[in-house]
């Protein structure tokens, strides 16, 4: 079972949907990243949470450090946001060292 | 510069030749990655630097691959007798201190394709 495991693999949408991207992990973490991965292959960081919300402009990332689970949602989606998002863990052992969901392909349709 | 800086973009190699990856973070970022995605995989890590440390190298998958950084800036990702099997985008990331409590920022990453 991996450490970091997202839900779901893949995501079709269309323009103005409500979407949603989760996940769950295992360990012990200092705190939460939420990537996201474009089609070149360029990647940028949309969150850092370590505990409760965070928002930034249509996008919403939650965790709940109990239950070892995080989402992201986005709001009216758009094309644009047809990516990988990808969520990564810093564990509390190895602050060093981020693990990686295997990520979430999103496509949103106009 | 304002965002991480890897070079080349695109590299092409014989099986068995050495290759070497350059990595600029972005400036004051003391904490600096490398991570590897091969194709249709997800990120795996290979090293870690952070200030004067001694690196975190647990990720790196053999001993044909090191890294160096120098004056605690610039990085060199070091691949020798290269295998197809290290054909992948080699990402390089940075971040103010350790990236447990600070935003991490991705270069574009260097394509390697071994032949």
């Known amino acids: 079972k991996n450490e970091v495991e997202q839900s779901p693999q893949n995501l079709t949408a269309q323009e103005g949907e409500f979407i949603t991207i989760n996940c769950s992990y295992s360990?012990?973490?200092?705190?939460l990243h939420w990537l996201q991965q474009h089609p070149g292959g360029g990647i940028v960081s949309l969150f850092m949470?370590?505990?409760g919300k965070k928002k930034h402009g249509r996008l919403i990332a939650t965790i709940n450090i109990q239950e070892k689970h995080s989402s992201l949602h986005i709001t009216a989606s758009h094309p644009r946001d047809s990516a990988v998002y990808i969520c990564?863990?810093?564990?509390?052992?190895?602050?060093?060292?981020?693990?990686f969901g295997e990520g979430t392909q999103l496509t949103v349709n106009p | 510069g304002a965002g991480v800086s890897q070079s080349p973009s695109n590299k092409v190699t014989e099986k068995g030749k050495d290759v070497e990856l350059r990595c600029d973070p972005i400036?004051?970022?003391?904490?600096l990655y490398w991570y590897r995605q091969s194709l249709g995989q997800g990120l795996e890590f290979l090293i870690y630097?952070?200030?004067?440390?001694?690196?975190?190298k647990s990720g790196l998958p053999s001993d044909r691959f090191s890294a160096e950084r120098t004056g605690g800036s610039v990085s060199t990702l070091t691949i020798q007798r290269t295998q197809q099997e290290d054909s992948a985008v080699y990402l390089c990331?940075?971040?103010?201190?350790?990236?447990?409590?600070?935003?991490?920022?991705f270069g574009e990453g260097s394509w390697l394709t071994v032949v």
């Open positions: 990331a940075s971040s103010r201190f350790l990236s447990s409590g600070n935003t991490i920022y």
């Open positions: 360990v012990g973490i200092s705190a």
């Open positions: 949470l370590s505990s």
């Open positions: 990564a863990v810093a564990q509390e052992t190895s602050g060093s060292r981020l693990t």
């Open positions: 400036s004051g970022h003391t904490a």
């Open positions: 630097f952070q200030g004067n440390s001694a690196p975190d």
